[in-house]
């Protein structure tokens, strides 16, 4: 398993620096700039601007500039260093450079600041999807062609049919404004994250009991679980115990691109809610032609995916010592 996990986190660096150049030359063939919206501006303040932060460069060496130190000074020192003070940073060196709309903040502090908030709320709202979604597939699969089974598969095409940007001003006429009990907006406190985790956890939630659901119907005709039933064994023992630890393998499966997916998905959230998350700050940015920005949101998703699929593949083969990692 070590050595599993070694080889993939060898190749690593290869995967970000393709998704890194790719995500880079997409964004600088967008046309326009993250100063072409200026209002009034002479052309000659806007070259000055553009020289400033280096966009009169032809594309491949701001390329080069953001990725390391591949442009030397004439004495051989790289051109950026840990003061910020070269717009591009160099990601071999940590800094991933400077906003160009937002003054004096770079991406790192950016990111720094919004990806813990999105990080909590998709926390909270993956564990609301666990904790709805699984019991409800295992009662819909004990309770095959009954109420329970029916009631549940309803509430969960439901839930997938529904978007957020529907759900979120419907949960929030509920509880705000005709019950009032929550905030309607805002970060800060538990009671700021209720309505955002409930309104991106649903949907995963959903689609977890249909995973779970038909992951327990084979599990349960599955010969084990018949020599189980026939020593004697209580059914909440060979349900729990046996069948669920075999139907959980697809969730598991689910869970790596779908904790990504919550965090980078939460962007209608974020804004219905007014959740400083970096959902938000990488639309804007996107908006913005803020390259690096963007850029820099990729490359965190990035790593989350990666990171998050292979924790998939390694608890694989934890919670079914058959499965062989090589």
């Known amino acids: 398993m070590i050595a599993y996990a070694a080889r993939r986190l060898l190749q690593l660096p290869i995967v970000l620096f393709v998704i890194v150049t790719a995500a880079f030359f997409i964004m600088r063939a967008i046309p326009g700039g993250p100063f072409s919206n200026e209002k009034a501006v002479e052309p000659e303040i806007r070259r000055l601007i553009e020289a400033k932060y280096h966009l009169d460069w032809p594309v491949p060496k701001q390329f080069a500039q953001y990725v390391g130190p591949f442009n030397l000074d004439e004495r051989g020192h790289s051109l950026f260093g840990g003061d910020h003070s070269e717009p591009w940073g160099g990601l071999l060196t940590g800094d991933l450079g400077l906003s160009f709309r937002y003054r004096n903040q770079t991406v790192t502090d950016i990111i720094g600041r919004s990806f813990p908030v999105s990080a909590v709320l998709g926390s909270l ?27 549940a598969m309803a509430v969960a095409m439901v839930g997938i049919c529904i978007p957020n940007f529907v759900l979120g001003p419907l949960l929030v006429i509920l509880f ?20 955002p985790a409930i309104v991106l956890g649903l949907p995963y939630a959903a689609y977890i009991s ?53 965090l980078s998905g939460s962007v209608v959230v974020e804004r219905i809610f007014n ?12 908006l913005n032609r803020d390259y690096l920005l963007v850029i820099g949101a990729v490359l965190v998703y990035a790593v989350l995916l990666t990171v998050l699929n292979l924790l998939v593949d390694l608890l694989y083969a934890v919670v079914d010592p058959r499965i062989k990692l090589s």
Not at 215 to 228: G, N, W, Y
């Open 125 to 151: 709202a993956m564990i609301l999807a666990l904790l709805i979604g699984m019991p409800a597939g295992v009662i819909a699969a004990h309770r095959r062609g009954r109420w329970e089974d029916w009631s």
């Open 210 to 262: 249909r995973l779970s659901k038909g992951a327990m119907l084979e599990a349960i005709e599955q010969d084990f679980i018949r020599t189980a039933r026939a020593k004697g064994l209580s059914e909440r023992v060979v349900i729990l115990k046996h069948a669920l630890r075999n139907a959980f393998l697809p969730v598991l499966s689910f869970l790596g691109p779908a904790t990504a997916g919550i």
């Open 176 to 195: 705000v404004f005709q019950m009032e009990l929550l905030p309607v907006a805002g970060w800060g406190s538990l009671e700021h994250m209720v309505l």
């Open 275 to 286: 959740v400083p998350g970096m959902g938000t700050w990488f639309v804007q940015g996107a």
